[in-house]
């Protein structure tokens, strides 16, 4: 059983485009996110996601909207693509903020991105 | 600002030879640190972590790592390397000022050589 999923796997497109990414978790989590990873593998959080309520999001294009429909799903939509957008892009879930810091993410397969 | 770094870009070891992978922080409060590996095409895979208590902390695949107040560091340990531990390590450190998010080193690539 997958713990945190994302579709697709590999995504590739032309600039311009608007596609979607998809991130399911089924371990109850509360709280879920997106990074970025970039060709240095260097990480950065996007968003953050607490029971469907937005509770971090980073300086990121206007371009980029994440989608929570439920707890479980946290969607990212990205409009317009650039070639500077191409990256790999990790969703990642965690426990609720009971235990504040404390809470171990743990994270999808990644999307693979390029925007030719 | 809290903030965390892995100095060395590539670490090199030899199969059956003792590993570490070194991470300091700073940070204003307590620290929570977290150790992460990624093997190629996959995503983040939680190693480890240091909330309170013991100093030294174990972790999956047989690492450890220990955590130094005084030194402010964190470094991840492997008594003996196999060449399967041959990923790209990650540790980052809670930001507490920030909405908890984690900050995340650069990564280290470790290579173990047969």
């Known amino acids: 059983d997958t713990a945190v999923s994302q579709t697709p796997k590999y995504l590739v497109t032309q600039m311009g485009n608007d596609k979607s990414i998809k991130c399911e978790q089924n371990?109850?989590?509360?709280?879920m996110y997106w990074y970025k990873q970039d060709s240095k593998k260097f990480l950065k959080i996007m968003f953050s996601y607490n029971n469907k309520e937005l509770i971090i999001n980073e300086t990121v294009p206007n371009r980029f909207s994440p989608k929570s429909p439920d707890k479980a799903h946290l969607n990212l939509h990205i409009n317009s693509l650039e070639l500077g957008d191409s990256a790999v892009y990790f969703c990642?879930?965690?426990?609720?903020?009971?235990?504040?810091?404390?809470?171990?993410?743990?994270f999808g397969p990644g999307t693979r991105l390029l925007v030719l | 600002a809290q903030s965390v770094a892995q100095p060395e870009d590539q670490v090199n070891v030899a199969e059956g030879n003792p590993l570490t992978v070194k991470c300091t922080y700073s940070?204003?409060?307590?620290?929570?640190l977290f150790w992460y590996v990624q093997y190629p095409n996959r995503g983040l895979q939680f190693l480890l972590k240091y909330i309170t208590g013991d100093n030294l902390v174990k972790g999956s695949y047989g690492f450890e790592a220990e955590f130094n107040k005084s030194q402010t560091s964190f470094h991840l340990k492997k008594p003996s390397a196999l060449v399967s531990d041959s990923a790209l390590y990650f540790c980052a450190v809670r930001d507490i000022g920030s909405n908890y998010q984690l900050i995340w080193g650069a990564g280290t690539k470790l290579i173990i050589k047969p």
């Open positions: 990642a879930s965690s426990q609720g903020t009971s235990t504040f810091g404390q809470e171990t993410q743990y």
């Open positions: 371990l109850g989590h509360d709280t």
């Open positions: 940070v204003s409060g307590n620290p929570y």
